[in-house]
């Protein structure tokens, strides 16, 4: 889990075991429900995603095995409260890079959150028109080009990082405020100039100024 003082929010460090057990439709379906909406029951997470109590109740078990979710103690009798672990989660490639299965699993798993990405976009835009103009306003989407080194590129993430940060509960308490869903993602536009690994090396160990 993540201890930086500056990190607004709790994080978990994904294992290749945590993530091939997260690469399931119906799991990371479930931890965005609980993290999104906060602790409910088995029963409650089943009608919220249209699925059944049984087959929800096995799928947290196995997140909870892993550390992404866990029994907050406050169910009745059999029925168990459940709740996000940490507020987000993480990875680093190339911790995954000597494991075929969570390289695939890896995979999947960023093209759902990239469908999740697109339903609730859409959403959105369903509704966008019955919200107040200065909402209207302040959302929508974006893009820009930047020609940087990895070491710049990962400079210019953690000063992204920095912003949000510092907003992450600036309206707290504001009856106006609303939660904003930002979403960044950033990828080589010239696809197929793929570099050479060795320069790309080099590069690295010599590190790029701003």
């Known amino acids: 889990m993540d201890a930086n003082p500056e990190q607004p929010w709790t994080r978990l460090d994904l294992t290749a075991e945590s993530v091939k ?8 379906r479930l931890l965005s429900a609980l993290r999104r909406g906060g602790p409910a029951s ?9 699925t059944n109590t049984g087959a929800t ?29 940490t507020e987000s989660h993480a990875w680093s490639h190339a911790d995954l ?32 028109e019955s919200w107040p103009m200065p909402w209207q306003e302040v959302s929508g989407m974006g893009d820009a080009w930047v020609e940087v080194t990895p070491d710049q590129a990962r400079r210019m993430q953690a000063e992204l990082d920095a912003v949000v940060a510092r907003y992450a509960h600036a309206g ?19 696809v197929d100039d793929v570099p050479d690994a060795d320069d790309a090396d080099s590069a690295e160990a010599l590190g790029a100024d701003a």
Do not use: C, N
């Open 172 to 190: 707290a308490g504001d009856p106006d405020a609303r939660r904003l869903h930002l979403y960044m993602t950033s990828f080589p536009l010239d």
């Open 57 to 85: 109740s096995y799928h947290l078990r196995k997140l909870e095995s892993v550390g992404l979710v866990e029994d907050t103690g406050g169910g009745r009798g059999k029925e168990r409260i459940w709740r996000a672990a």
């Open 97 to 128: 890079a000597d494991d075929e299965d969570a390289r695939t699993a890896l995979g999947w798993l960023v093209r759902d959150y990239h469908r999740q990405f697109d339903v609730a976009y859409s959403r959105w835009l369903d509704v966008a």
């Open 42 to 50: 088995a029963t409650a997470l089943a009608a919220e995603l249209s």
């Open 21 to 28: 057990v997260l690469a399931h439709p119906l799991r990371s």
